[in-house]
């Protein structure tokens, strides 16, 4: 919360807590608004479909015998109906005490809008001529509540799933998931009592409330985050916009074990990503790992979406050495492949993520990104010697569309030193810490 909202009589002609930057990111003022129009999600509305969130419900979903309705769909929305008596419209926060917004004086209906769209305890009070003639506190038991996933990248989904289901264990609500269709199978199945839909066949009239999780790069004024999520991790910023424990914990699979799928010792690897700061771009690191691997008696399965992957004159390949399963498999036959390795070894990608979820020891090589960015493991591989953690950095907006992105040392020597200065022998002593991992190279095979 602002300290300028505490308390604060404010009024405004028109709804002005319209969010919709490129790539889930937010902007808006820091006062809750008031409008004197009908349509309180208009602007709002708009700005959903660009972001790939479901739209607020045009009408407020919960009606009261005062005329009043509200609902909790893009944070707390109330309603009054137009007429000549005066209304007092107050937002609380419940777990803090504080009155969030009052309307003026000369209120007479109208939209009321909390300024905050994250998780929030509200409590709604109306008064006419001085009596309190609506009270309302938040409480989700027992009500329909839509949780929305606005992207369709494996990892992002894999890694708010556990909080969406944990929002549900705490309030006893009646839990949608809406998520891009081609994931639902990776979870519905580990989850009956929880509905998963495609993004796109939302109903949003069918919510007492609805939140969204993302990635809101411009959101400061912190209107759908409490907190901006680089500073407190890819995952963790689902528990803060949640209202949740930011513990972390993998979500369950819905994917049955399966057979081995090679009788041999293998390990599963991931070399590809969508931007090239996420690549291990030190040239000879794969090629070392790979040879390090077979030595130590293992079959090495790379099993990336694409053996292919760059723009321009920038390509990356499957690493030499490495048996090319690129594009042959499901993600349920990814997580069979991934379950039944020794070990998994990958960037901070999607893959890496379902690795995790897997059950899989996963070592991890990123450097653009901070450890605290993904979820833990005893195997991560960063050089703090090199310009590290642009990712982390607010004031470094990331380009989805430069797949060359290097905010510090683009078009320098030093372009991509995050991994580049990763050594093969770096990541050589995190695997040897894998329990298990043979003291010494297996006997060549005759």
Same mark, same amino acid.
């Given at each position: 919360?602002?300290?300028?909202?505490?308390?604060?009589? %404010?009024?405004?002609?028109?709804?002005?807590?319209?969010?919709?930057?490129?790539?889930?990111?937010?902007?808006?003022?820091?006062?809750?608004?008031?409008?004197?129009?009908?349509?309180? $999600? #208009?602007?709002?509305?708009?700005?959903?479909?660009?972001?790939?969130?479901?739209?607020?419900?045009? #009408?407020?979903?919960?009606?009261?015998?005062?005329?009043?309705?509200?609902?909790?769909?893009?944070?707390?929305?109330?309603?009054?109906?137009?007429?000549?008596?005066?209304?007092?419209?107050?937002?609380?926060?419940?777990?803090?005490?504080?009155?969030?917004?009052?309307?003026? =004086?000369?209120?007479?209906?109208?939209?009321?809008?909390?300024?905050?769209? @994250?998780?929030?305890?509200?409590?709604?009070?109306?008064?006419?001529?001085?009596?309190?003639?609506? #009270?309302?506190?938040?409480?989700?038991?027992?009500?329909?509540?839509?949780?929305?996933?606005?992207?369709?990248?494996?990892?992002?989904?894999?890694?708010?799933?556990? @909080?969406?289901?944990?929002?549900?264990?705490?309030?006893?609500?009646?839990?949608?998931? %809406?998520?891009?269709?081609?994931?639902? =199978?990776?979870?519905?199945?580990?989850?009956?009592?929880?509905?998963?839909?495609?993004?796109?066949?939302?109903? =949003?009239?069918? @919510? @007492?409330?609805?939140?969204?999780?993302?990635?809101?790069?411009?959101?400061?004024?912190?209107?759908?985050?409490?907190?901006?999520?680089?500073?407190?991790?890819?995952?963790?910023?689902?528990?803060?916009?949640?209202?949740?424990?930011?513990?972390?914990?993998?979500?369950?699979?819905?994917?049955?074990?399966?057979?081995?799928?090679?009788?041999?010792?293998?390990?599963?690897?991931?070399?590809?990503?969508?931007?090239?700061?996420?690549?291990?771009?030190?040239?000879?690191?794969?090629?070392?790992?790979?040879?390090?691997?077979?030595?130590?008696?293992?079959?090495?399965?790379?099993?990336?979406?694409?053996?292919?992957?760059?723009?321009?004159?920038?390509?990356?390949?499957?690493?030499?050495? %490495?048996?090319?399963?690129?594009?042959?498999?499901?993600?349920?036959?990814?997580?069979?492949?991934?379950?039944?390795?020794?070990?998994?070894?990958?960037?901070?990608?999607?893959?890496?993520?379902?690795?995790?979820?897997?059950?899989?020891?996963?070592?991890?090589?990123?450097?653009?990104?901070?450890?605290?960015?993904?979820?833990?493991?005893?195997?991560?591989?960063?050089?703090?010697?090199?310009?590290?953690?642009?990712?982390?950095?607010?004031?470094?907006?990331?380009?989805?569309?430069?797949?060359?992105?290097?905010?510090?040392?683009?078009?320098?020597?030093?372009?991509?030193?995050?991994?580049?200065?990763?050594? %093969?022998?770096?990541?050589?002593?995190?695997?040897?810490?894998?329990?298990?991992?043979?003291?010494?190279? $297996? =006997? $060549?095979?005759?």
């Amino acid at each position: 919360m602002d300290d300028t909202n505490i308390g604060v009589v %404010a009024n405004a002609e028109k709804v002005a807590d319209a969010e919709g930057q490129e790539e889930a990111s937010a902007q808006a003022p820091a006062g809750s608004s008031v409008s004197s129009g009908t349509e309180i $999600a #208009s602007a709002a509305s708009g700005a959903a479909s660009e972001t790939h969130f479901p739209p607020p419900p045009e #009408s407020l979903t919960q009606a009261d015998a005062s005329g009043l309705r509200f609902d909790f769909n893009d944070g707390c929305r109330v309603q009054a109906p137009h007429g000549p008596d005066v209304w007092c419209i107050r937002l609380y926060d419940l777990d803090t005490g504080n009155i969030l917004f009052q309307t003026t =004086p000369d209120f007479r209906g109208g939209a009321v809008l909390s300024a905050k769209k @994250y998780y929030i305890r509200f409590r709604i009070e109306a008064w006419k001529a001085e009596k309190l003639v609506f #009270s309302h506190d938040y409480d989700a038991a027992g009500q329909n509540v839509l949780i929305a996933f606005p992207v369709g990248t494996l990892g992002d989904t894999i890694a708010w799933l556990a @909080y969406a289901t944990r929002f549900a264990e705490r309030h006893k609500c009646q839990l949608t998931i %809406a998520m891009a269709e081609r994931l639902i =199978p990776l979870f519905a199945g580990a989850y009956p009592e929880i509905r998963f839909i495609d993004v796109k066949a939302v109903k =949003p009239e069918d @919510y @007492y409330a609805t939140y969204r999780v993302g990635l809101f790069f411009d959101d400061v004024e912190r209107v759908h985050q409490p907190v901006d999520f680089r500073h407190v991790g890819l995952h963790r910023t689902a528990a803060h916009i949640l209202g949740l424990d930011p513990a972390e914990a993998p979500p369950r699979l819905a994917v049955a074990d399966g057979e081995r799928p090679i009788a041999d010792k293998y390990v599963v690897i991931a070399t590809q990503a969508t931007s090239q700061c996420k690549y291990w771009n030190n040239p000879y690191g794969w090629r070392e790992i790979v040879s390090f691997l077979k030595g130590a008696g293992y079959r090495v399965v790379c099993i990336d979406q694409k053996p292919v992957n760059g723009v321009g004159i920038v390509w990356n390949h499957v690493p030499a050495g %490495a048996e090319d399963m690129t594009g042959q498999l499901s993600l349920e036959d990814c997580v069979r492949w991934i379950r039944h390795a020794e070990f998994f070894v990958g960037l901070s990608s999607g893959l890496s993520w379902l690795a995790w979820a897997a059950g899989a020891k996963v070592v991890m090589i990123s450097g653009f990104t901070l450890p605290n960015t993904e979820f833990e493991t005893p195997w991560r591989v960063i050089n703090y010697h090199a310009c590290v953690g642009c990712w982390n950095d607010p004031t470094l907006r990331f380009q989805h569309r430069d797949f060359l992105w290097c905010p510090r040392h683009a078009g320098t020597p030093r372009q991509f030193e995050c991994t580049s200065l990763i050594t %093969a022998e770096q990541v050589k002593q995190a695997i040897r810490r894998i329990p298990g991992f043979p003291d010494r190279p $297996a =006997p $060549a095979k005759e």
